[in-house]
């Protein structure tokens, strides 16, 4: 079971990672939109086509103008990809229309969704999800009488259950969101239907489960707002039980809807409070930090040392996602993860790692390169469940650059003076390429070297497998106990399919992929 479902994540994961995950976001929500005006065109929803594309233009128009107002006073880099994500997200939320006074609610929705990015904010990090803090004013507002449009969420008609479905998931593949709201989908289902349960039995009706739940399924918005706005990054905490309390509140919210006078609280107002929890288990913003060195570690691997104002906290194996700004940014976007190599006892002093030796790097990858020391980049925070379990024995497998978390795990245990069970697997093109083995072997592990050719002399504990190819059978021959340890792969997608079947064998498995940037 852990074979197959590892290479069939590692694959479509390996195209994906080469694409931004703000990128992809309106690639998928283009998609959905000229599906809705398909689908509208031939009458299978109610919203005319005229009516979600005046929607449409005054969502961005809004949107954009007030980000980039924002970005000019802040003096900020005037980047627009965040309405380009809002705006779809609101038409699907919103009912569409054509009126004046309705269009003037979509438009104070856009205004509010990219003003509360910067006005509802913690250290240069919005708190809420922004077309649910759009969405929830035009709520409020029907609640008080006014006549400014609602909130519809018509995303939930029949015909849009499948699109929906395909497109969200692709999306929740590239921001490795997939368990957190199937979580969310299924506790959202289960309080739904026990809800519907209750209000059935006080009618004095009896209840066709099977045509709740059906409908719960393809008409309600629960698919949509965990797709497309639950799994926002940037409102999510860093750790992964974090996420999932998270995702229940949101649920039992969703599923149970409390009411306030007139106020019913809809699947927006859901998530609001679900950010609001979030930020609590996890109060994070912006890292600022200024590169203090750059070190070539090994021909095509840079280090990049940065300095912090106030020590970051992070648990080592987790990684930082970088924001370097820069003119014209292809469709990998300007935001990258980078794992951190240094310890967190390393600190004030961050250090992250990354490959530059490709024939055609990324714009993003020829920005980093020109940062000079005593230049400031913003991290929008640290994230990953990538963390070693205690007291359990371990096998660790990297390959090539794929050796940074383990690298962090290492100095660690190093720093600490911990004594762990620990069998490393570092596959390298060669000798050169086995960057960080004086921070590796100052842990004391042992190590099994995979290269092509014999890597010359080692540190003590190190060997040289013998220039085989890492495969599944290879593995379970230079690591006989992997039965008894929890195996933890770094590296390209490709070498995780290949190994998925000796990995099955493992206690457990955890796995961070490396899909290029």
């Given at each position: 079971?852990?074979?197959?479902?590892?290479?069939?994540?590692?694959?479509?994961?390996?195209?994906?990672?080469?694409?931004?995950?703000?990128?992809?976001?309106?690639?998928?929500?283009?998609?959905?939109?000229?599906?809705?005006?398909?689908?509208?065109?031939?009458?299978?929803?109610?919203?005319?086509?005229?009516?979600?594309?005046?929607?449409?233009?005054?969502?961005?128009?809004?949107?954009?103008?007030?980000?980039?107002?924002?970005?000019?006073?802040?003096?900020?880099?005037?980047?627009?990809?965040?309405?380009?994500?809002?705006?779809?997200?609101?038409?699907?939320?919103?009912?569409?229309?054509?009126?004046?006074?309705?269009?003037?609610?979509?438009?104070?929705?856009?205004?509010?969704?990219?003003?509360?990015?910067?006005?509802?904010?913690?250290?240069?990090?919005?708190?809420?999800n922004p077309a649910a803090a759009g969405a929830t004013v035009i709520?409020?507002?029907?609640?008080?009488?006014?006549?400014?449009?609602?909130?519809?969420?018509?995303?939930?008609?029949?015909?849009?259950?499948?699109?929906?479905?395909?497109?969200?998931?692709?999306?929740?593949?590239?921001?490795?969101?997939?368990?957190?709201?199937?979580?969310?989908?299924?506790?959202?289902?289960?309080?739904?239907?026990?809800?519907?349960?209750?209000?059935?039995?006080?009618?004095?009706?009896?209840?066709?489960?099977?045509?709740?739940?059906?409908?719960?399924?393809?008409?309600?918005?629960?698919?949509?707002?965990?797709?497309?706005?639950?799994?926002?990054?940037?409102?999510?905490?860093?750790?992964?039980?974090?996420?999932?309390?998270?995702?229940?509140v949101v649920a039992a919210l969703v599923g149970w809807p409390p009411?306030?006078?007139?106020?019913?609280?809809?699947?927006?107002?859901?998530?609001?409070?679900?950010?609001?929890?979030?930020?609590?288990?996890?109060?994070?913003?912006?890292?600022?930090?200024?590169?203090?060195?750059?070190?070539?570690?090994?021909?095509?691997?840079?280090?990049?040392?940065?300095?912090?104002?106030?020590?970051?906290?992070?648990?080592?194996?987790?990684?930082?996602?970088?924001?370097?700004?820069?003119?014209?940014?292809?469709?990998?976007?300007?935001?990258?993860?980078?794992?951190?190599v240094s310890a967190p006892e390393d600190a004030p002093l961050v250090?992250?790692?990354?490959?530059?030796?490709?024939?055609?790097?990324?714009?993003?990858?020829?920005?980093?390169?020109?940062?000079?020391?005593?230049?400031?980049?913003?991290?929008?925070?640290?994230?990953?469940?990538?963390?070693?379990?205690?007291?359990?024995?371990?096998?660790?497998?990297?390959?090539?650059?794929?050796?940074?978390?383990?690298?962090?795990?290492?100095?660690?245990?190093?720093?600490?003076?911990?004594?762990?069970?620990?069998?490393?697997?570092?596959?390298?093109?060669?000798?050169?390429?086995?960057?960080?083995?004086?921070?590796?072997?100052?842990?004391?592990?042992?190590?099994?070297?995979?290269?092509?050719?014999?890597?010359?002399?080692?540190?003590?504990?190190?060997?040289?497998?013998?220039?085989?190819?890492?495969?599944?059978?290879?593995?379970?021959?230079?690591?006989?106990?992997?039965?008894?340890?929890?195996?933890?792969?770094?590296?390209?997608?490709?070498?995780?399919?290949?190994?998925?079947?000796?990995?099955?064998?493992?206690?457990?498995?955890?796995?961070?992929?490396?899909?290029?940037?």
């Open positions: 079971m852990i074979a197959s479902l590892t290479a069939a994540w590692s694959r479509p994961f390996a195209v994906l990672g080469r694409i931004s995950m703000y990128r992809l976001m309106v690639y998928a929500l283009s998609v959905l939109t000229l599906v809705a005006l398909l689908v509208s065109a031939l009458g299978m929803v109610l919203p005319t086509p005229g009516e979600l594309l005046a929607t449409l233009a005054v969502l961005l128009i809004v949107s954009v103008a007030v980000d980039v107002a924002a970005h000019l006073l802040l003096r900020l880099p005037v980047r627009i990809e965040s309405s380009l994500i809002t705006a779809p997200i609101l038409l699907f939320v919103l009912w569409p229309t054509l009126e004046p006074a309705g269009l003037a609610g979509i438009a104070l929705a856009a205004a509010t969704a990219s003003a509360s990015k910067y006005v509802i904010a913690w250290r240069g990090r919005h708190l809420l709520a409020l507002c029907a609640a008080l009488g006014a006549s400014l449009g609602t909130t519809a969420w018509w995303v939930g008609a029949d015909v849009l259950f499948a699109p929906v479905l395909l497109v969200g998931l692709v999306v929740l593949w590239r921001v490795e969101k997939v368990r957190v709201v199937a979580v969310f989908w299924i506790a959202a289902l289960a309080v739904s239907v026990l809800h519907a349960s209750i209000q059935y039995a006080e009618a004095g009706i009896a209840i066709d489960y099977g045509t709740v739940v059906w409908q719960l399924v393809v008409s309600s918005p629960i698919l949509f707002l965990g797709a497309f706005m639950l799994s926002e990054p940037l409102t999510l905490p860093s750790r992964r039980w974090q996420q999932y309390v998270v995702a229940l009411v306030i006078g007139d106020f019913v609280f809809g699947a927006e107002t859901a998530l609001l409070v679900g950010n609001v929890v979030a930020f609590a288990l996890g109060a994070r913003s912006g890292i600022r930090l200024r590169l203090r060195e750059r070190r070539v570690v090994a021909p095509g691997v840079t280090e990049l040392a940065f300095e912090t104002r106030r020590p970051l906290r992070f648990v080592a194996g987790q990684y930082l996602e970088l924001t370097v700004p820069h003119r014209r940014p292809d469709a990998r976007g300007t935001r990258r993860e980078l794992s951190i250090r992250v790692a990354y490959r530059d030796a490709t024939a055609t790097p990324s714009t993003y990858k020829r920005a980093l390169a020109s940062l000079e020391p005593g230049g400031v980049l913003t991290a929008t925070g640290v994230w990953g469940d990538f963390t070693l379990r205690a007291g359990e024995p371990l096998l660790l497998v990297a390959a090539g650059i794929g050796v940074t978390p383990f690298v962090s795990q290492l100095r660690h245990l190093a720093a600490t003076g911990e004594r762990r069970d620990i069998v490393v697997v570092y596959v390298a093109s060669g000798a050169a390429q086995l960057v960080f083995r004086d921070d590796i072997a100052a842990a004391g592990v042992p190590v099994v070297v995979v290269t092509p050719e014999d890597p010359g002399p080692l540190p003590d504990g190190w060997r040289w497998a013998g220039g085989h190819r890492l495969d599944a059978a290879s593995l379970g021959t230079l690591v006989p106990d992997l039965a008894a340890r929890h195996a933890y792969v770094s590296g390209p997608p490709a070498l995780i399919a290949d190994l998925a079947p000796a990995l099955s064998q493992a206690r457990s498995l955890t796995t961070d992929a490396f899909a290029g940037y």
